[in-house]
């Protein structure tokens, strides 16, 4: 990529995570919960950077997110040694994670987060910020990318639309290399069998 494009690429990255973080700052002002984490920041990143990127997809920001805050939270009530209990969790977000197919590596450090944070909060107080966090950025990288990129998040592997006109029109006969590269004594088997 020539540097002038980079350049631009990264000074707008950059201005949207500044937007995004002074938007989120002032609404945990308003609405008295924290709404901000490092996680999220991270996610951000893959969101604005590597959007086309599998785990950057909005069900495994969401849903990951949601999984590794919500298993936390369980764990911080049924687990009376927070040692263990972080260990257990950490370790149970990564399977789940792998199993429901929701893979978000920022979402594997809500764990980590909420074992740091204060023990008497109400469930809530973690997991409504989780599930607020993770759609403000879902949505503001489907509107940076819309705007900027021209491009709407999320990302998918398509085809373009001239590659399925001429996969339709190319006859179905097969090509002269595979027809080639036969085995003789294949061939040959083939005759003797008719």
């Known amino acids: 990529m020539h540097f002038k494009h980079r350049l631009r690429d990264a000074t707008l990255a950059g201005l949207a995570a500044f937007t995004a973080v002074i938007v989120l700052s002032y609404l945990k002002n308003w609405t008295h919960f924290m709404v901000l984490s490092a996680p999220l920041g991270a996610t951000l990143v893959l969101l604005l950077l590597l959007p086309s990127a599998p785990l950057s997809r909005p069900k495994h920001v969401i849903l990951g997110h949601l999984l590794t805050t919500v298993l936390s939270v369980i764990g911080l009530k ?68 819309y705007i900027f990129t021209h491009r709407r998040y999320p990302f998918g592997s398509k085809v373009p639309k001239a590659s399925k006109v001429e996969e339709a029109a190319s006859p179905s006969e097969p090509s002269t290399a595979n027809a080639s590269s036969v085995d003789p004594r294949a061939e040959s088997r083939i005759k003797d069998s008719y």
Not at 82 to 103: E, K, N, R
Not at 110 to 125: C, E, G, M, S
């Open 78 to 145: 049924f687990i009376p040694d927070p040692m263990i209990g972080l260990a257990v969790c950490f370790g149970l977000s990564f399977t789940l994670m792998v199993l429901t197919d929701t893979l978000h590596p920022p979402a594997g450090a809500n764990p980590i987060l909420i074992y740091l944070a204060d023990p008497d909060l109400v469930p809530l107080d973690f997991i409504l910020p989780t599930l607020f966090g993770t759609l403000f950025m879902v949505g503001f990288a489907s509107v940076y990318h």
